[in-house]
């Protein structure tokens, strides 16, 4: 299957499991992860319709997309891995329109700090680690209260929800339990702080995206079943 086919299985999957849930497809982004795949790929994905790409290394990110962004206008880039605090200068000034991995405080210090002078503020969310086998995330809901005051002290950084990834498992309830964490956590939030927009919930892969979006997902980020297997 090449990449426009594989596009719109996803969008079909999207369309159904939407269907099933008694929600827009409209009301859920496709991200492709584009990370380890090359611009002849990312470009095919843009032509089936994919604007915005996610990436998980700073380096890797700067040296495909800014000549790519320029020439397709309306393309976006997430950066979705987990940041080094001296690659924040990077991804504050490059090409990337939202950091989705926000899992420090230190973090959101940095980008803070050296997003003041942006055109556009920065799009951050805030990532919750509901998942035993995942490294990154914020533990709970005070941390994630915590760092939610932090982001909002900052004008350069738009504070839009909240990521996670959920256990890599073939089994389904401890998937949907960590979907649903994250849903509790943001409806936590947004009672706490009610003049943010806390709209963005990014949850669901190439495994469990059809779960996140039963669960209230509205950005899925599908790496394999658009773009085939990785070679790091
Ligand atoms: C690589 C990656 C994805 C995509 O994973 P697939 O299983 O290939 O769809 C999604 N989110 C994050 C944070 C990733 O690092």
Same mark, same amino acid.
């Given at each position: 299957?090449?990449? =426009?086919?594989?596009?719109?299985?996803?969008?079909?999957?999207?369309?159904?499991?939407?269907?099933?849930?008694?929600? %827009?497809?409209?009301?859920?982004?496709?991200?492709?992860? =584009?990370? $380890?795949?090359?611009?002849?790929?990312?470009?095919?994905?843009?032509?089936?319709?994919?604007?915005? !790409?996610?990436?998980?290394?700073?380096?890797?990110?700067?040296?495909?997309? #800014?000549?790519?962004?320029?020439?397709? #206008?309306?393309?976006?880039?997430?950066?979705?891995?987990?940041?080094? *605090?001296?690659?924040?200068?990077?991804?504050? &000034?490059?090409? /990337?329109?939202?950091?989705?991995?926000?899992?420090?405080?230190?973090?959101?210090?940095?980008?803070?700090?050296?997003? &003041?002078?942006? %055109?556009?503020?920065?799009?951050?969310?805030?990532?919750?680690?509901?998942?035993?086998?995942?490294? =990154?995330?914020?533990?709970?809901?005070? =941390?994630? $209260? *915590?760092?939610?005051?932090?982001?909002?002290? /900052?004008?350069?950084?738009?504070?839009?929800?909240?990521?996670?990834?959920?256990?890599?498992?073939?089994?389904?309830?401890?998937?949907?339990?960590?979907? %649903?964490?994250?849903?509790?956590?943001?409806?936590?939030?947004?009672? *706490?702080?009610?003049?943010?927009?806390?709209?963005?919930?990014?949850?669901?892969?190439?495994?469990? !995206?059809?779960?996140?979006?039963?669960?209230?997902?509205?950005?899925?980020?599908?790496?394999?079943?658009?773009?085939?297997?990785?070679? #790091?």
């Amino acid at each position: 299957m090449g990449i =426009s086919e594989a596009v719109e299985a996803i969008q079909e999957r999207i369309h159904r499991a939407c269907v099933r849930a008694g929600r %827009k497809p409209e009301d859920v982004r496709l991200m492709g992860v =584009s990370k $380890f795949h090359g611009l002849a790929s990312i470009e095919e994905a843009w032509n089936a319709g994919i604007r915005l !790409f996610g990436e998980s290394r700073v380096q890797e990110a700067v040296s495909k997309f #800014p000549d790519f962004k320029a020439a397709h #206008p309306g393309t976006e880039i997430h950066m979705i891995g987990s940041l080094q *605090r001296n690659k924040a200068k990077i991804v504050a &000034g490059g090409p /990337f329109d939202a950091v989705q991995s926000v899992d420090r405080d230190e973090l959101i210090t940095a980008l803070g700090a050296l997003t &003041g002078d942006r %055109k556009n503020p920065l799009i951050i969310l805030l990532e919750y680690h509901t998942a035993e086998d995942s490294k =990154s995330g914020y533990p709970d809901l005070d =941390s994630l $209260f *915590r760092a939610a005051e932090k982001a909002l002290e /900052f004008p350069g950084l738009a504070l839009r929800g909240l990521m996670t990834m959920a256990p890599l498992t073939g089994e389904e309830a401890p998937i949907r339990s960590s979907f %649903k964490a994250v849903v509790s956590a943001r409806d936590a939030l947004a009672i *706490r702080f009610p003049a943010n927009d806390w709209s963005c919930l990014s949850m669901g892969m190439s495994g469990d !995206f059809e779960i996140a979006i039963e669960e209230g997902s509205t950005l899925i980020r599908i790496g394999t079943a658009i773009f085939g297997e990785r070679n #790091p």
